[in-house]
């Protein structure tokens, strides 16, 4: 028996940046995201008695040791759970551009956590889904569900893992256009860079001091449907956590030229009234929250700099779907 999940990339309007606790995977801070439609992972997990150990299938690509290292340690983790010593097989499809700073390892865990959880029959609910994919990926907690949700930091491993906020968001027309400044593996990995952060940054105490409030504006923003409010908060926490690498010793930086180039477009955008919001994770690309309405002037003012085969448009996602074939 084969077990199935798909899951879709999330993009993080508050980011998790640090960790209190590297083996409960517990974040220093809350964060709240917004999962998209565009990026996706589907993943078929089985359990077999023949294996001797594990073997990690990615985009029809048998993955060595190193690069089957999280995905092993992950099945550890959901091996010493569910009490048993089988091996599995895990092939997984990435529709996202792998290690680009495009969050391939919330979806990819999030369906590992979905298709292992159907697998070895343990719970199946939604926090139990978000708990487990913590151990695969921070950032996964949040895959389990549609629209909005917020990862709840909590203090052990029962109580950190994400709720939605706004699942449906049928009533409200919102866009991320993400722009490929570079679909290459990043060098530094969102998990040693947020280490070293933690670790070094003279700036990381300004950081989680700003955090309570952001994420209240953000939650406020969610509520009352406000897009201005949302997209400054989202752009402010973005910049904020980009300087806690600014701060640390020694520096280092995701961002790149093409970067600070999208930085400027949109907010010259939005000197004319064009509202549009940027946001960058662990890597070059900038994600632009927008108004549905607006995505074409967006597209058209950014196409004047950057190729239009770099722009893609994402809509709000859907939660995990599990399956079993
Ligand atoms: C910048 O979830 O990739 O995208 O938990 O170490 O696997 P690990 O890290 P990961 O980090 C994501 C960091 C971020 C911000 C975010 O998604 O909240």
Redesign the pocket.
């Known amino acids: 028996m084969t077990s199935y999940a798909k899951a879709h990339t999330n993009i993080?309007l508050i980011?998790?940046?640090g960790k209190k606790d590297p083996q409960l995977?517990l974040p220093m801070n809350n964060?709240i995201?917004l999962t998209l439609d565009a990026f996706y992972t589907e993943t078929w997990v089985s359990f077999q008695k023949e294996l001797t150990s594990d073997r990690f299938i990615l985009n029809e690509t048998v993955q060595d040791t190193k690069q089957s290292k999280k995905v092993v340690k992950f099945l550890n983790e959901a091996r010493a759970i569910s009490k048993t010593k089988l091996f599995a097989e895990v092939k997984s499809i990435n529709h996202v551009p792998t290690a680009a700073g495009l969050?391939s390892?919330?979806s990819g865990m999030a369906a590992l956590a979905g298709a292992t959880s159907l697998a070895l029959g343990l719970p199946l609910d939604d926090i139990s889904l978000s708990r487990l994919a913590r151990h695969g990926?921070?950032?996964?907690t949040r895959s389990i569900y549609g629209g909005f949700s917020e990862w709840q930091k909590g203090s052990d491993d029962a109580t950190s893992y994400a709720v939605p906020l706004k699942e449906d968001l049928s009533d409200w027309d919102l866009a991320m256009i993400f722009i490929l400044i570079n679909d290459q593996p990043k060098k530094i990995s969102?998990?040693a860079g947020?280490a070293h952060t933690v670790e070094t940054s003279i700036f990381y105490p300004g950081w989680l001091k700003a955090i309570d409030g952001d994420l209240k504006d953000v939650r406020q923003a969610i509520s009352e449907k406000n897009f201005t409010l949302l997209g400054e908060t989202a752009e402010r926490n973005a910049l904020r956590?980009h300087a806690t690498m600014l701060g640390a010793n020694p520096p280092f930086t995701y961002l790149a030229p093409g970067t600070l180039t999208a930085l400027d477009i949109v907010q010259k955008l939005r000197e004319q009234g064009i509202l549009g919001y940027c946001t960058m994770?662990?890597g070059p690309n900038v994600k632009v929250l927008v108004e549905k309405a607006n995505v074409k002037t967006f597209l058209d003012a950014l196409s004047v700099t950057f190729p239009k085969e770099n722009l893609v448009v994402a809509f709000p996602g859907r939660g995990i779907e599990l399956k079993e074939k």
């Open positions: 993080a980011k998790y940046w995977m964060s995201s969050a390892s919330a990926s921070g950032s996964a969102s998990t947020m956590m994770d662990a």
